[in-house]
């Protein structure tokens, strides 16, 4: 297959880039390299680019035959969505819908979103599934759930087909090391542990230990990039064989809580870094797990990774690795 994977260069786009190489795939990625990084695009070929370069897209489509996309193409910090949401709608909703029209327009009919979890907000029920109405509490989460109403009305009205991921909380690296979470200002949890573990900040701060959950901390599903990969990988399959547009849910379904997450990387580390409990951060549902079931049964998606001791594990090493190159 000839893959376009916009944002290859980022974290999680970078892993799709390595597994769909490794696999013999022809890939091409397209990315502005803001957040992502030339030396992460393990295989295939770079086009430094912008999706809210409609012309630039449609120059790239008349040369290339894509049989699908994958689009990571997005910016993803909730505070900062809060904020300036402008920038959110822009990049996440008006920069997908550059990218559908030109699949439109050179009839490319696959297309695999990377939606998130925040689409569901603070969820009544917890597992939460699929059939539970979106009802985001944040400009990041309304620009996606924004993408997948204009992907679920494009599909109905044309040949164009798409699996939307709805991703829970993303974390670990690469196996071998070589490619991993490269933010400047990370904002994720076990990041955020692991760099105090390595002494690059004084402490972390738990935000909120009055929820209501068993230890008063937030709760969410950890899931090991690789194991999201996989259900890319089974999601582009389900297209190329013709299966029709779909929302899933990806997470293991049963959580770790803030201070379950801080014990663990402690374990993994064998540092005791300092982690002091600070007042709630805004837009913090109590517990995000997902119900996973849909993708198991129907893509057949079987996750290898449900270990939080080997999340963390292949994060850390990844951290120290970035830290040793820069001294
Ligand atoms: N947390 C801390 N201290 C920190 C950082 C995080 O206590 O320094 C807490 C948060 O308050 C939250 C939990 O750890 O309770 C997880 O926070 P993350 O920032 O790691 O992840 P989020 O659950 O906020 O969000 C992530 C992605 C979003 C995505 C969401 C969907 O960042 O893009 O998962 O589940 F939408």
């Given at each position: 297959m000839k893959i376009l994977v916009t944002g290859g260069a980022g974290y999680i786009g970078s892993h799709m880039v390595r597994t769909l190489g490794e696999q013999g795939h022809d890939v091409v990625v397209y990315d502005n390299?803001?957040?992502?990084?030339?030396?992460?695009?393990?295989?295939g070929r770079l086009v430094v680019g912008d999706t809210a370069d409609a012309a630039a897209l449609d120059r790239l489509f008349a040369a290339e035959r894509f049989d699908a996309v994958a689009h990571f193409a997005a910016s993803i910090v909730v505070e900062e969505s809060v904020r300036e949401p402008l920038k959110y709608y822009r990049n996440n909703f008006s920069n997908a819908l550059n990218l559908i029209d030109v699949c439109l327009r050179h009839q490319v009919e696959r297309f695999v979103f990377s939606s998130?979890?925040?689409?569901?907000?603070?969820?009544?029920?917890?597992?939460?599934?699929?059939?539970?109405?979106p009802a985001p509490i944040n400009p990041y989460g309304s620009s996606k759930a924004m993408v997948e109403q204009a992907l679920r009305d494009v599909s109905r009205a044309s040949q164009f087909r798409y699996v939307a991921l709805r991703y829970f909380n993303v974390a670990g690296a690469d196996e071998m090391v070589r490619i991993g979470q490269k933010y400047k200002d990370a904002t994720h949890l076990i990041t955020l542990s692991l760099r105090t573990a390595l002494g690059l900040r004084p402490r972390l701060n738990?935000?909120?230990?009055?929820?209501?959950?068993p230890d008063g901390t937030c709760i969410r599903d950890y899931i090991h990039v690789d194991d999201l990969i996989d259900a890319h990988v089974l999601a582009l399959g389900h297209l190329m064989a013709g299966g029709g547009s779909k929302i899933y849910n990806c997470g293991y379904g049963h959580g770790y809580s803030v201070k379950e997450v801080v014990r663990a990387v402690r374990e993994v580390t064998g540092i005791g870094f300092p982690a002091v409990e600070a007042g709630r951060r805004a837009g913090d549902p109590p517990a995000l797990i997902a119900d996973s079931a849909l993708i198991r049964k129907e893509l057949g998606w079987r996750p290898s990774r449900d270990d939080l001791q080997y999340i963390i594990r292949t994060a850390w090493e990844w951290e120290k690795k970035v830290v040793n190159r820069k001294q």
């Open positions: 390299l803001s957040t992502g990084h030339r030396e992460s695009v393990l295989h998130t979890a925040a689409v569901y907000g603070i969820p009544a029920e917890s597992p939460v599934t699929e059939d539970v109405p738990i935000f909120g230990t009055d929820y209501e959950t």
